[in-house]
C-alpha cells in the first residue's frame, strides 16, 4: 500500500513536471525586433490553421441537413416497414408456410431498416462532436494569433519608441 501511494505520488509529480515544461516551451515569447520573422511565419502558420479548421467546419455544418433527413428518412421507412411487417405476420399466423416465409423477410426489413435508423442518429452525434472539436481547435488558435498580435504590437511599440529617441 506504501509503495503504490510512493508510485503514485512521483507519477502525479513527474506528470505536473513534464506539463509545466511543455507548457513553458509551447508559449514561445516574442520580444525583440530580431524575432519578428519567426513571429511574423508563425503568425502565417497559424492563421493557415484558422482557415483549414474553417474550412473543415463549413464541411461538417453542411452535412448537418443531411444527416437530419436521413434521420427523417430511414424512420419513416422504419415505421413503414414495421407497420407491413405487422399485417404480413397477421396473415402468417392463419396462412400457409409461403406466408410465414414472407413474415420473416418484412421482420428482417423492418429490423435492418430501424438499424439504419439508428446509424442515422449515430451520424449526426458524430457529427455535433466533430464540429464541437472544430470550434474548440479554431478557440485555440484564434487565441494563439491574438496573443501573436500583442507580441508584435509589443516590439513595433518598442522598436518605435526607440526610433523617437
Known amino acids: ?86 399485417e404480413t405476420a397477421t396473415t402468417a399466423t392463419n396462412g400457409d408456410m409461403a406466408d410465414a416465409k414472407t413474415a420473416m423477410k418484412q421482420a428482417k426489413k423492418a429490423s435492418n431498416q430501424a438499424d439504419d435508423a439508428g446509424d442515422a442518429i449515430d451520424d449526426k452525434d458524430d457529427n455535433a462532436k466533430d464540429i464541437k472539436k472544430l470550434l474548440e481547435k479554431i478557440n485555440k488558435k484564434t487565441e494563439k494569433l491574438t496573443e501573436l498580435e500583442q507580441q508584435k504590437a509589443a516590439i513595433m511599440l518598442k522598436l518605435n519608441s526607440s526610433a523617437a529617441m
Open 1 to 86: 500500500m506504501i509503495k503504490f501511494q510512493t508510485i503514485a505520488v512521483m507519477l502525479f509529480a513527474f506528470t505536473l513536471g513534464t506539463l509545466g515544461f511543455s507548457n513553458s516551451a509551447a508559449a514561445q515569447k516574442y520580444r525583440t525586433t530580431a524575432d519578428t520573422v519567426k513571429l511574423n511565419k508563425e503568425y502565417g502558420e497559424v492563421k493557415l490553421d484558422i482557415a483549414e479548421l474553417n474550412s473543415k467546419l463549413i464541411e461538417q455544418q453542411n452535412k448537418t441537413a443531411g444527416y437530419q433527413s436521413k434521420i427523417t428518412s430511414t424512420a419513416k421507412d422504419a415505421a413503414t416497414s414495421a407497420q407491413n411487417s405487422k
